[in-house]
């Protein structure tokens, strides 16, 4: 059987349409995608994300330990609730997972991972840890979700007591506070401003509802994903994993080469590759043709195969089909074909980040 997180109730309240997704039971819409996707670009919406993983990193030597095990460097960290993303790699430099991590104080932190990996996660965290005088234990009660959208600060406010919002009160992005037994980040996977809550799983439901209440639309992974791809945002498994470095995947900058004797997992096979050159590089491409761009199709050049799609939609807010693409380094074009099903499209090859604020970029 299926997970199930603590909102998985109102989901089927709300005549959601449930799919696995990572061993999870997760709702994909509510009715319409669409509608959810123009409501987090327009106004706020909601996602159910209680099935990430979270994972404390509690120690004397957890500073030390996140610094060996992550390819950005935690001692950017000096203020609690900070937070940063990084990559979490394998030997040979590849994406094992993409996470955030929180700075809560010098001998704790906090780290929220991806649903689909937490096996292989925990089992990497805790053989990395055997070097450290550190422990690793996965926060399981707790239900977590994403107020995203341009009114979604506003509105998720709205619905806090005053000390709450005393609290959160001019909240910058990447930062969390502690506001009474909510956990609140100002992050996302959306492109838009908004919040990620933690909040007791017992509480779930109720805070749920009284989003709703505020306007708040619920939204399903349907519209995370085209959302986050608009964003020009990865997804794990796709546009990146384990045979695949930050260096290939636009994940450069979470790269902390600073200061230079800091050794963390895969610095010496990614600083090999940035040394000899990536062999391959991820692009975007906005289809000109009629169509939809689709993971798997290949991307032609002068009738040679250059390159893959990694993850492809139809861009609700564009109004074409966005994707985007692993294709050799090589490439300098600024047009390629696309092969949908049987017919070769084209499209335009733009940076990997279609719509910014609400507002498309191509």
Request: glycine share 8%; with cysteine; proline share 3%.
């Amino acid at each position: 059987m299926a997970n199930k997180t603590p909102l998985y109730q109102a989901h089927l309240d709300a005549d959601a349409r449930i799919v696995d997704f990572g061993g999870w039971d997760m709702p994909l819409n509510y009715g319409s995608q669409i509608d959810e996707h123009h409501a987090v670009r327009q106004d706020a919406g909601m996602f159910d994300v209680s099935h990430m993983t979270v994972v404390e990193v509690t120690g004397s030597e957890a500073k030390p330990y996140l610094q060996y095990l992550l390819a950005n460097d935690v001692d950017k960290l000096q203020v609690s609730g900070k937070a940063l993303y990084s990559g979490m790699l394998n030997e040979e430099g590849g994406v094992i997972d993409d996470l955030i991590v929180y700075y809560l104080t010098d001998n704790h932190y906090r780290v929220v991972v991806n649903a689909s990996t937490r096996d292989k996660d925990l089992a990497w965290m805790e053989n990395v840890a055997q070097q450290f005088a550190v422990a690793i234990e996965e926060k399981s009660d707790v239900a977590m979700i994403a107020v995203q959208g341009p009114n979604a600060i506003e509105k998720a406010n709205s619905i806090m007591d005053a000390e709450q919002q005393a609290v959160v009160e001019g909240l910058k992005p990447f930062v969390a506070v502690q506001a009474g037994s909510w956990f609140v980040a100002r992050t996302g996977y959306t492109g838009e401003d908004g919040y990620e809550i933690m909040v007791p799983d017992e509480q779930g439901i109720e805070v749920w509802k009284r989003l709703q209440a505020a306007g708040v639309k619920p939204a399903g992974l349907a519209a995370r994903d085209t959302l986050r791809l608009e964003a020009g945002m990865n997804l794990y498994g796709h546009d990146m994993d384990e045979t695949v470095s930050p260096l290939e995947a636009n994940m450069g900058w979470t790269i902390a080469w600073e200061p230079a004797e800091r050794d963390f997992v895969g610095r010496k096979a990614l600083a090999a590759q940035k040394e000899q050159g990536i062999p391959r590089k991820l692009i975007g491409l906005v289809l000109q043709d009629k169509g939809v761009m689709r993971e798997g199709q290949e991307v032609v050049i002068d009738e040679q195969v250059v390159g893959v799609i990694t993850s492809g939609t139809m861009s609700p807010t564009v109004g074409k089909s966005i994707a985007m693409a692993r294709v050799n380094r090589s490439v300098q074009a600024e047009e390629v074909l696309v092969q949908v099903r049987k017919k070769q499209l084209k499209a335009v090859v733009v940076k990997p980040c279609f719509v910014r604020k609400g507002e498309s970029l191509v």
